[in-house]
């Protein structure tokens, strides 16, 4: 007798849209996992899951209509609608082939002479569709008629990286534009602003991600007029792009989650200090180009530039590739200044607030944090490179985050203080030295000024205090105990010279006293 498979958790929460909205953000991942097991059987079912849940998310399926032009592609999206009966249905959707687009567009024309805006129309259709004299037709007409509330989701093979936007001319967006470039009442002026009146344009968004497709999808279904969203599909992006990199890097990360903050939160906008937008903010200004925007090549000019912001209730994030000027860093309260690369939070004028996070998942909560703060200017600083795997905490104390506790307190307990990327390292020390005896205590700050005063509590209860900091970092965690001594990381750093020389520095005190 074959075993039998249990049914998924996640899906035995959802019965419907509503049960697919309600859900966490940080279960999503596993229901789209639980969906594709279930459409394996349906080849090239499993392309359009993730979209499938954003969909759901964003729109209403009672109320709004979504265009297929493959009828495989909507498996997962009929699936959560109904699961009860999905079964009985599949393979019911209606291919509607090249003419989804055009079906669509009827659609938000019936909608907008009802006086429904409350209702929108979704096309989704494949990037080849494009090439069609109906697709630049279709595009031609929704450009002429701003009001009509439609979202386009072209699934297409990525063009120009992570991050691409608009100013791409490649790939699947160069086809978009080459259909609008033909059309007669359209033209090259339309292509060039793609986001001036008529027609949005957002992506290439990974579709593997449902969090990242809800935020775009929010944005297009939110600007009021017709827009097109470039999705990625997992497995069609190019080897080293989008959901095929070994490892994701610090801003990478930084980027993404900016992106969705700022997909939330209206009052967040971007200033770069250069004459291009750096990569940072380039998915940013994909969801929004408004409020990203170049201030020249003046860290001064885009730093009092963010300040003026500021004063109006917006919250500038600044790239400065060069340091934060201190006279601007004072006028900018509620302003989040980006230290990435090889950056370091060491000339950081005073009264800036920054924060040094430790992997990614510590990098998402730093930023939000920042942003959520009006009455001081903030950094939040990160190295180049891969981010290493998350570490969790095991408890939060007062501001710091402990990553190991000693099982029991003895006289000759050390608090290991680690800053930055250097976690993994800290606790492998810690474990080396609970073999010798010796009770570890490992802290993550994640905000180095200032810093929480439970650290220097935490020290002075403690025979010794070790600050271990990334090269990239370079920043000093004093505190007052006469056994401190600061370790700096990075490459040259090994988890056991580390311990040893803990253990050194142990003998030595007891040799004093």
Request: aromatic content about 4%; glycine content about 12%.
């Amino acid at each position: 007798m074959p075993e039998t498979q249990p049914w998924p958790l996640v899906l035995d929460d959802v019965y419907g849209p509503h049960d697919v909205r309600a859900l966490r953000p940080a279960r999503l991942p596993a229901l789209a996992v639980e969906v594709r097991k279930l459409l394996a059987p349906h080849p090239g079912a499993d392309t359009t899951v993730e979209l499938g849940i954003a969909l759901h998310r964003v729109f209403d399926s009672a109320r709004d209509q979504v265009a297929w032009e493959r009828p495989r592609w909507a498996y997962a999206y009929e699936l959560l609608r109904n699961r009860a009966e999905f079964m009985n249905r599949i393979g019911a959707t209606e291919a509607l082939g090249t003419r989804a687009l055009s079906y669509a567009e009827g659609l938000a024309r019936a909608f907008l002479l009802g006086g429904r805006t409350d209702r929108h129309a979704v096309a989704v259709v494949d990037g080849a569709t494009l090439a069609t004299d109906a697709a630049r037709e279709a595009l031609d007409s929704l450009a002429r008629t701003p009001g009509l509330r439609i979202v386009v989701v072209v699934i297409g093979e990525e063009s120009g990286g992570p991050g691409s936007h608009s100013g791409a001319r490649g790939g699947l967006t160069g086809r978009i534009g080459g259909a609008l470039r033909r059309a007669p009442l359209v033209g090259a002026s339309l292509y060039d602003a793609f986001g001036g009146p008529g027609l949005d344009h957002t992506g290439p968004v990974d579709g593997s991600s449902p969090a990242r497709l809800e935020s775009a999808l929010r944005a297009a279904r939110d600007a009021g007029r017709p827009a097109v969203v470039h999705c990625v599909a997992p497995g069609r992006a190019r080897p080293g792009r989008i959901g095929l990199a070994p490892s994701r890097s610090w801003a990478a990360v930084f980027a993404e989650e900016l992106a969705e903050a700022g997909a939330e939160q209206p009052h967040v906008v971007a200033v770069g200090a250069a004459r291009r937008l750096p990569r940072v903010f380039a998915e940013f200004a994909a969801l929004d180009p408004e409020r990203a925007f170049a201030a020249g090549g003046s860290r001064e000019h885009a730093a009092y530039c963010a300040a003026g912001l500021a004063a109006e209730g917006l919250h500038p994030v600044v790239a400065v590739p060069d340091g934060v000027p201190a006279a601007a860093a004072r006028r900018g309260r509620g302003t989040t200044f980006v230290l990435g690369g090889a950056l370091s939070p060491a000339g950081l004028p005073d009264g800036v607030r920054c924060a040094v996070p430790r992997d990614g998942a510590s990098l998402r909560a730093r930023l939000r944090e920042a942003l959520g703060i009006g009455d001081a200017p903030t950094a939040v600083c990160f190295p180049e490179g891969p981010v290493p795997p998350d570490v969790e905490a095991v408890a939060h104390d007062r501001g710091l985050d402990v990553l190991c506790r000693a099982p029991q307190r003895l006289p000759d307990d050390v608090l290991i203080v680690s800053v930055g990327a250097m976690a993994r390292i800290c606790l492998d020390a810690a474990r080396l030295l609970d073999e010798r005896g010796v009770g570890v205590t490992v802290v993550d700050p994640g905000w180095i000024t200032p810093l929480p005063a439970r650290l220097g509590e935490l020290a002075a209860e403690h025979a010794l205090s070790v600050t271990v900091r990334d090269f990239a970092v370079s920043v000093s965690v004093s505190v007052s105990v006469s056994g401190a001594v600061e370790a700096v990381g990075g490459a040259s750093l090994t988890a056991a010279a580390l311990a040893e020389s803990v253990a050194l520095r142990l003998g030595e005190l007891h040799d004093a006293g």
